[in-house]
Structures are given as structure tokens and as C-alpha cells.
């Protein structure tokens, strides 16, 4: 006997489920628009030119060495990354209010940012997190392995493929004071719908009235738009309108370093006199919970991005980098749309083009995805959403056609 006899089996990860049957299907027309991971026009896996050189640099540094990083990572990567998020002369950093940890790409520091608030943040009413309705699948598991009650709020609207405004900011308003809202930066996962800059600022309102706590998860600072300020506008808002704060940054997409796990958390401090005291205390706890679980981050990845943003040249060469791959899918999001307008296919396509970053939430339902996959060998998402990054010229006009044949 074990002592795991009664133990069950859980269900295999959607995602990577659907990855597998893409991989085992020999039809030559096959389409993944599965997996969030940029492919370029020919739907292979793209290294970016400037991590290239990034690269050359590491490996021609003679004191390139294997040694562990501090607990808290790469000091030259978490530097730039607060930066990178927050603005270059960010008051927070100046006033050393901002505490930042390397972590396992964006996972790992939702991950750190969860434990971190299960442990330290007062909760008198058990009050809950909150997340977007849908969110990324992961955010669900991650705060309910710390022990987090969550809840959700209203974020999709099925009539439109837009945003629930009026359920979002309802749900926002009676949630109970001291609750924790998960926000997607930009580029939300999977619905690929952003509140616009006046919305955001009123969410920003209703939170601050209701003392609710804003942690940002941001995968897509710089992919979504190509432009990095504009993508990091969200977080820098809330910023500046005094709040308190976490951030989970993860640098899978931007830099195209899934495998490698760059990654990082940041505790920013509202503004006051105690606030630097306040993040080297928050530090303090972080380094524990980061030296229990990992010790210390992974080096590789790091180096790779703090190369790049630490250096003018090659920062200027990462943006075109940015701009080749969302230009790309906005191309994609174009040509998709025209398509679908040229064949009259029923309903309307505008959110298409309107979404923003590797995801569209295309509207399609539950039988229209399984369909399109038996009988066209496209895979997406049983919810209907769909990689941007696997649309390209060649497939664009198949991936359309078959739209249009399971919507009739
Ligand atoms: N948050 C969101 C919303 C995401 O879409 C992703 C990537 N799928 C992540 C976090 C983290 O991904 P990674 O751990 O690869 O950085």
C-alpha cells in the first residue's frame, strides 16, 4: 500500500494538452493558435536579433562565470526592470520606495506577489482577490495554492467582444474594503480587451474611494502596442495617484526568453516619510520567501535582458525588435478581419482589430472550436481564443475560411 493510495488524478493542463494533440496531427494544413508564444511569418519561434548579440556579448565576457546571483537576482536586471516599468524618473524609485525581486519569469513573481500577500496582508473580513472574468487560467491556481480566497470580477462582454464596464466598475464598487484586484497591464490574457486611458483612471478612482489594493500582472510591456511607455501607462497612473502597490513582470514576450524565466516582482510604497523604511522591511521578508523556494534566480535570462536595457544601443535596437513582432500581429489582426468582411461571414469582426496584443478573443463558440479542429486541424482554446502569433500570410486566408464555414 502507499500513502497515496486515495490520491486522484488531476486533469492534464489545457494548454499543453491541446499543444499535444497539435503536434501528433500529420495534416499538412495544420494551424496552433493554441499556445501564447510569438512565431514569425514562416510559424517558427523567432530569437530576437538583439538578444543575438545580447548573447555574443555574454559568451565573449572572460569573466563570464556559473556562480549563484544574490537572493534577491541580478542587481543591473532588477534596476532596469524597475525602470522599465515604472519610467526612467519615476518618483517611487527615486525615493527609494520600490523594492524589486528577480523571479521565474512572470509566474514566479505573481507567485512571490501571492505568498508574499498571504503572509503579510491584513485581511480582517477574509476579504478576497479579486480577478478579471476570464483571466489567464494560472492566476486561479497560483492564489488558491497560498490560500487566497478569490473572486471575480465581470471583465468580458459577450454582446460586443469588449469590455463589461458597466459589471467591471459594479463589481468594483461593492467589493468589500482591503480586497486585493488582480489587473491585467495591458495586452489582457485571454480576452485581448485593455480599459482605454479614461477608464483605467476611473477604476483608479472607485479603488482608491473604496481602499481597494491593485496588483498589476504586466506579460506584455512593449509587445502589445510596440510602444513601451504606452503599455506601462496603466501602472504608472496608479503610481502617480499614490497608491500601494505590487507588479509581476515577466520578460518571456518582450524579449522572446520563455524557457530561460526572466522575470520580477516589485513592492512599490505609497509616498511618506516612513516609505524606504517600509520597502527594505518588505525586502527583508521577500528575501525569505525567495531564499525557501528558489534560493537564487536563474542567471542566464537575466543577463540577457539587463544586457540590453542597461546598454542605449542595443535598448534602441530592442524597440524595433518590439515593433517588428506587434506590428506583425496587428498586420495579422488585419488581414484576419479583411478576410472575414470580403466573405461575408455573419457578425461583426471589428474586435478583432480593436483587441490589442498575442490574443484575440474571437467570439467562437465551444462547438464552433471543436469543429474548426476536427474538420480544419486548427487548434485554439476550448474558450475561443486564439494566438495571434500563429496567423501569417500563408495561413491567414485557410485560418478565415474555416471561420467562415463553422459560423454558417
Ligand atoms: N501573466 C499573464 C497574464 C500571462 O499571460 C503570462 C504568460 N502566459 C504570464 C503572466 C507569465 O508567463 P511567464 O511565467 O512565462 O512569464
Not at 157 to 186: F, M, N, R, V, Y
Not at 237 to 258: H, M, P, R, T
Not at 388 to 405: P, Q, R
Given at each position: ?71 534577491a537576482?541580478?542587481a543591473?536586471?532588477t534596476s532596469?526592470?524597475a525602470k522599465?516599468?515604472f519610467?526612467?524618473d519615476s518618483p517611487a524609485i527615486n525615493e527609494k520606495r520600490v523594492v524589486s525581486y ?14 508574499f500577500?498571504?503572509?503579510f ?118 503610481i502617480?495617484?499614490g497608491f500601494e502597490l505590487c507588479v ?17 516582482f516589485h513592492f512599490v510604497a505609497a509616498p511618506g516619510s516612513h516609505a524606504e523604511d517600509l520597502a527594505k522591511r518588505v525586502g527583508s521578508q521577500l528575501a ?121
Amino acid at each position: 500500500a502507499s500513502a497515496f493510495d486515495t490520491i486522484a488524478m488531476a486533469p492534464t493542463d489545457p494548454l499543453f494538452g491541446l499543444m499535444a494533440a497539435y503536434r501528433a496531427d500529420t495534416f499538412d494544413k495544420k494551424v496552433d493558435l493554441g499556445i501564447g508564444a510569438y512565431r514569425d511569418d514562416n510559424a517558427k519561434p523567432w530569437v530576437l536579433p538583439v538578444v543575438k548579440k545580447a548573447e555574443e556579448i555574454i559568451r565573449n565576457d572572460p569573466a563570464k562565470n556559473h556562480e549563484y546571483l544574490p537572493i534577491a537576482g541580478l542587481a543591473s536586471l532588477t534596476s532596469a526592470a524597475a525602470k522599465l516599468v515604472f519610467g526612467n524618473d519615476s518618483p517611487a524609485i527615486n525615493e527609494k520606495r520600490v523594492v524589486s525581486y528577480q523571479t521565474i519569469s512572470g509566474t514566479g513573481a505573481v507567485h512571490l506577489g501571492a505568498l508574499f500577500l498571504s503572509k503579510f496582508y491584513p485581511r480582517p473580513a477574509n476579504q478576497s482577490v479579486y480577478l478579471s472574468k476570464p483571466t489567464w487560467a494560472n492566476h486561479h491556481q497560483i492564489f488558491q495554492n497560498v490560500g487566497l480566497p478569490i473572486a471575480e470580477y465581470p471583465y468580458f462582454a459577450k454582446d460586443t467582444c469588449g469590455l463589461d464596464w458597466e459589471g467591471l466598475t459594479a463589481s468594483l464598487q461593492t467589493a468589500e474594503p482591503g480586497s486585493i484586484i488582480l489587473l491585467h497591464a495591458c495586452a489582457h490574457n485571454p480576452t485581448g480587451v485593455d480599459p482605454t486611458q479614461d477608464q483605467w483612471k476611473a477604476i483608479a478612482e472607485i479603488m482608491k474611494a473604496r481602499n481597494l489594493f491593485p496588483f498589476f500582472d504586466t506579460a506584455y510591456q512593449g509587445f502589445a502596442s510596440g510602444d513601451l511607455a504606452k503599455d506601462a501607462w496603466a501602472i504608472q497612473y496608479f503610481i502617480e495617484q499614490g497608491f500601494e502597490l505590487c507588479v509581476a513582470q515577466s520578460f518571456a514576450k518582450n524579449f522572446g526568453l520563455y524557457g530561460q524565466r526572466a522575470g520580477c516582482f516589485h513592492f512599490v510604497a505609497a509616498p511618506g516619510s516612513h516609505a524606504e523604511d517600509l520597502a527594505k522591511r518588505v525586502g527583508s521578508q521577500l528575501a525569505i520567501l525567495t531564499r525557501s523556494e528558489i534560493s537564487n534566480p536563474p542567471i542566464y535570462g537575466a543577463k540577457i535582458a539587463s544586457t540590453v536595457l542597461n546598454d542605449e544601443q542595443l535598448f534602441e535596437e530592442w524597440k524595433q525588435d518590439l515593433c517588428t513582432m506587434s506590428g506583425r500581429i496587428i498586420a495579422m489582426r488585419e488581414a484576419l478581419r479583411d478576410k472575414l468582411v470580403e466573405l461575408g461571414t455573419p457578425g461583426n469582426w471589428d474586435h478583432i482589430t480593436s483587441q490589442i496584443g498575442m490574443f484575440s478573443f474571437t467570439g467562437l463558440s465551444e462547438p464552433q472550436v471543436l469543429k474548426i479542429r476536427e474538420e480544419f486541424h486548427i487548434y485554439m482554446t476550448k474558450n475561443g481564443r486564439i494566438s495571434m502569433a500563429g496567423l501569417n500570410t500563408h495561413n491567414v486566408e485557410y485560418v478565415a475560411t474555416a471561420i467562415d464555414k463553422v459560423v454558417r
